[in-house]
C-alpha cells in the first residue's frame, strides 16, 4: 500500500488525458470503469501507462482503488484548474474594466489639455494687444509730456 500511495502522488506528466472532458464526472467515470471490469471489458493486465509497472503485481481491485484514487486526484487537480480559470477570467474582466476606465480618463484629459492650449493662445493674444496697446499709450504719454513742458 506504500508503493500505490507513493504512486498516487505522481506528477501530470505521466497521467493519461481526457479527450472529452466537457461532461467529466469522478462518479461516472468510476462507475463505467467498474461495469466494464464487471462484464470483462477491461484486460486484466492494463499496460497503457495509467497503472505503472507495479500494476502487473497487484490485484484486480487494488487496482480498481488505485485507479479510484488517481481518478479523485485527477478530479481535484481539474477543479483547481477551472478555479484557476474562473479567477485569471474575473482578473481579465477586472483589467478590461479598468483599461476602460483609463482610456476615458485619457480622452477627458486630452479634451482639457485641447481647451486648455486654446485658452493658452487666446489670452497669449490678448496679452500682446495688450502690450502694443500700452506701448501706444506710453508713447501718447510723452508726446502729451513734451506739449506741456
Known sequence: SSKIRN???Q????VAVLEDCIDFSLAKTISKIEEKLERGGLPDCLDDDIIPSVGNEIGAEAQIRFLKAKLRVMQEELDSVVCECRKKDDEN???KSRLKDTEEENTRLQRTISM????TEKYKMLSQEAIKKSGGLQQEVIALEKVLQ
Open 7 to 9: 504512486l498516487e502522488v
Open 116 to 119: 486648455q492650449h486654446y485658452q
Open 93 to 95: 474582466q477586472n483589467l
Open 11 to 14: 506528477s501530470a506528466d505521466d
